[in-house]
Every structure is written in C-alpha cells, then in structure tokens.
C-alpha cells in the first residue's frame, strides 16, 4: 500500500513539474537576452570611459542629450537610412523582378534558382573583401572592365563619391536572393483560378501584375521587406570589412560608429547609448509592419 501511495506522490510530482521543466529552455533565452539589454540601458546611462575608469559616473541621459547638438550623429543616422533605403528597395525590385521570370516550375528555373542562392550562402564579410579585391584599382578586374570602358582610375569604396554605392551593390549582390526566394515561394503559393479566369478573358498582363499578383502578393513583400529592413539598418560586417566606416564618415552607420566608440575611444556610455538608439528605431520599424 506504501509503495502504491508513493508511486502516486512521485507521478504527481512529476505530472506538476513537467511544464516548468518544458519552460525552461524559453527562461534561460529570456536570460539571455534581458541580461544583456539591461546591461546595455545601464551602460547608455552613464559617462564610462574604459581608459579612465576613476572618471566614471551616472549621468541620466546625459549621452542622449548630446546625441541631438552632435552633427556625427545626425549624420550617422542619415548615413544608416540611406544605405537602408537603397539596399532594400533595390533589392526588392530585383529580387521581385527574378521570382517573376522564375515563377514558372520547369527544371530550368529550379536549377536557376539554386544558382541564383549561392551569394546568399557566402558570409557577408567574406562576400565584402571578396568585392574588395575585385574593385581594388591595381588588379581588380571590376576596375579593368571599367578602365576598358574608358573610366579611369574608378575609385570605387575609396572615393566619398562612389563609396556608398559599392557598399550598396555588394549588399545587394548578397541579400537580393533571400527576397527572390521569400517572393517566388509566394508567387508559386498564389491560387491559380484569378490568372486562369484573366487569361480566357485576355486581360492585359499589366492589368493582372498590379490588380491580381500584388495584391495577392503583398503579405509575402512586407514579410520580406521587414526582414531585410531589420537586417539592413544593422548592417556592420560589410560595411566594417570594405571601408571600416570611411572615406571619412560617409558609411558610418550605427554599428561602425558604436563598434569603434568602444573598441577605439573606449566610450563604453556613448557606445551603448548608440545601440540604444538603433534598438528603437528597429523597435519602431518591425512594430510598424506587424501591425499592417
């Protein structure tokens, strides 16, 4: 009778701690993640400099404040909209136009389209000095298909003329293909009865591209606008592996500056305050999306 009674309290026990045991994975990812955004609000609300620690002390928003009469941040925020405006709007006219000639199932585009992944598969910083070598006005060959052309000495990510739109053209030779996979999924997931019902009545392909497949289409292009969004306004290893923020300040975006505010200056408060920034515009933007 004992052992009957205890058999019971054991499965009890372990009938109630099944669901904490299942949540646990879930608490320790919380942890991990809220110890370190703390950790970051508190390190953003203070002047702390790593080479003068005796210096250091709590200053409210003290960092913030600067931010607003600092021209190096308004125009590292500058910087950061516009390298992620042109990357992801020019990635989603590409990769929306690509998904479109590869919509069709034929054994052709399938084996396109694999091809089409492979930058995807290249790590962006690997994918960066890669363009970095072949932009290089020695021996690159992007600069001796210029030169051939008739412009010479191409200055590529060394000039402030031409800087940001290399980065661009690398970012976009990476990422373009995430957005054709994420629109051709959703363009080969449409219902096919709209475009059967427009073909028999020959409705004009321009007709059917902008009031059936966009419409359709349009859970599938926030999706993928958000993700690249998220993605592009946080953008370092590309930017930091070509032109480590330069020529100047005219790439330095918020993970550049903050990454050399700490790594350089040792302004750990500054540093912070930055990703903080970057936190709530990223915040705001993937807010933005959800709800529409």
Known sequence: MSQTVQ????????????????????????????????????????????????????????????????????????????YTGLTVGIELVLGLGIALLLQRRTRFNNIVSIALLMPLMTAPALAALMWKLMTNPNFG???????????????????????????????????????????LAGLRSLPTQPFEAAALDNVPRSFVFFRITLPMLTPYLLTAVLFRLLDAIQQFDIIYAMTQGGPGDKLMVFQVEAYLQFFQSTNVGRSAALLMVLWAITYFLSNLFVKN
């Open 141 to 183: 060959i992007l600069s001796y298909f210029v030169a051939s052309a008739g412009i010479e000495d191409f200055k590529w990510a060394s000039s402030p003329d031409t800087a940001l739109m290399t980065v661009v053209l690398v970012d976009v030779w990476v990422y373009t293909p995430f957005i054709m996979i994420l629109l």
């Open 7 to 82: 058999k019971y309290k054991s499965g009890q026990f372990r009938h109630k701690a099944l669901p904490y045991l299942l949540s646990l994975p879930a608490l320790l990812v919380c942890i991990g993640v809220l110890i370190p955004f703390f950790t970051a609000v508190y390190y953003s609300l203070e002047r702390y400099r790593l080479n003068l620690p005796h210096l250091r002390k709590f200053n409210w928003g003290e960092n913030y404040a600067d931010f607003f009469s600092d021209p190096s941040f308004w125009n590292t925020l500058k910087v950061s909209l516009s």
